[in-house]
């Protein structure tokens, strides 16, 4: 079965400050993908990353870093010197093709971020 | 352009009501989704059309009804709605690709936040 774990339910930072969100994911599948997530007060989730299980090389975008570690069944997200506007719920999500017939994605509980300036 | 637009963005409507919410895309997109999500819950699956066609259908009870009248527009009939199903309803559509779904990227609408009395 699958599933996805986000055990920091809340982080609290200060502006600059640098932050790093957890997954952890369960699959038996030995090719699948990994999501990040970001859904901001007005409710629309954003796509920031997509990682294939067979690609481990660690990725930045800006700010933005993902460090993917298969030995350990985790997909962590950084974000370096955080700005107010970074302030959201993050959901990491696992997909899975379901019965060949349609992908599905599992989310995560979701981590909120709130970074005061 | 990613763009994933649901309408309306907000709906009160009371338990004998009938009412519809809107979902359209136009990146070609072959496979739209429709996720339920409760406050401060991760987003949860409720069906999938892959290529028009009703491909998944998460056991959502039968007062919602799914519609996929071509494949940029995705409608969902509400009928005999609970004030349980109060919730905020996410559309979302991906590329669809029959041989590598898994990987599809979900691009997500801003939602329809609907309150039943």
């Known amino acids: 079965a699958q599933k996805v774990t986000q055990a920091q339910t809340e982080i609290s930072v200060v502006e600059k400050e640098d932050v790093t969100l957890d997954c952890v994911y369960e699959?038996?599948?030995?090719?699948?993908?990994l999501f990040w997530y970001k859904q901001p007060p007005s409710g629309e989730l954003v796509f920031l990353i997509r990682?294939?299980?067979?690609?481990?090389q660690n990725e930045i975008s800006g700010r933005y870093s993902w460090n993917f570690q298969k030995s350990t069944s985790s997909f962590n997200f950084t974000i370096t010197a955080s700005q107010v506007v970074d302030s959201a719920v993050y959901f990491c999500?696992?997909?899975?093709?379901?019965?060949?017939?349609?992908?599905?994605?599992?989310f995560g509980k979701g981590t909120t971020l709130s970074v005061s300036s | 352009d990613t763009e994933v637009t649901q309408t309306p963005k907000h709906l009160v409507m009371g338990m004998t009501n009938k009412k519809s919410l809107k979902c359209e895309q136009h990146?070609?997109?072959?496979?739209m989704y429709w996720y339920k999500q409760k406050a401060k819950k991760p987003p949860e699956l409720m069906f999938v059309?892959?290529?028009?066609?009703?491909?998944i259908n998460e056991s959502v009870p039968s007062r919602f009804s799914p519609e996929c009248p071509n494949s940029s527009l995705l409608n969902l009939h509400l009928h005999a709605l609970q004030p349980e199903d109060s919730a905020l309803y996410l559309c979302?559509?991906?590329?669809?690709?029959?041989?590598?779904?898994?990987?599809?990227?979900?691009?997500f609408g801003a939602g329809t936040r609907l309150s039943v009395l």
């Open positions: 979302a559509s991906s590329q669809g690709s029959s041989s590598g779904g898994a990987r599809d990227i979900q691009y």
């Open positions: 699959t038996r599948d030995t090719t699948y993908y």
């Open positions: 990682r294939n299980s067979f690609d481990e």
């Open positions: 999500a696992l997909s899975f093709l379901f019965n060949q017939a349609g992908t599905a994605l599992i």
């Open positions: 990146m070609g997109h072959r496979a």
């Open positions: 059309y892959s290529y028009e066609k009703l491909s």
